[in-house]
């Protein structure tokens, strides 16, 4: 994993943003595989289709972040928040979420599967659809979330509220 420095971030993100505005003409599509970004801000960005596999994120803001289709594999997501982000249609496989708040997300159509969910509020969250399978879940809180149609099956559970 490659550590890299807020600056860098920046020109990923301008870069991304560009992508959209100009329909692909100028920029490019934000690649974050591989990479551990500590204490950057993405608050109201749009991110929609970023992959970010392997990716290691700690203390970073994602509040009102569009994340529309994104792709995070086996992605470690550490003390970050994720108040109102929209993560509709992600995919989240195998993806650690250690002491996050990530109340208001939505999840709807999203894939979490064979996830880590450690000490995390997910309170009022939009699982519409989603899929939260195969995962590990404990001291974590999903109070008010909207789970119609959710698949939440096989997981392991310790200390979860719903």
């Known amino acids: 994993m490659t ?11 301008q870069a991304h943003i560009q992508y959209f505005k100009t329909k692909g003409a100028e920029g490019s599509v934000m690649e974050l595989d591989e990479l551990e970004i500590a204490d950057y801000d993405f608050s109201g960005v749009e991110m929609d289709s970023v992959s970010a596999n392997f990716c290691s994120f700690k203390r970073c803001t994602f509040n009102a972040t569009d994340l529309y289709a994104s792709e995070f594999r086996h992605a470690i997501f550490e003390e970050c928040s994720l108040l109102n982000a929209v993560l509709v249609k992600s995919v989240l496989h195998n993806v650690t ?31 519409s659809s989603a899929q939260l399978t195969d995962s590990k879940i404990s001291k974590s809180s999903f109070v008010g979330c909207n789970l119609s149609g959710a698949a939440i099956s096989d997981n392991v559970e310790d200390e979860v509220q719903w």
Request: proline fraction near 2%; glycine fraction near 10%; hydrophobic fraction near 50%.
């Open 3 to 13: 550590k890299v420095e807020n600056p860098a971030v920046d020109e990923l993100v």
């Open 97 to 127: 979420f250690t002491k996050c708040v990530l109340q208001g997300a939505d999840f709807m159509r999203a894939e979490l599967i064979g996830a880590t969910i450690v000490d995390c509020d997910f309170g009022g969250a939009n699982f």
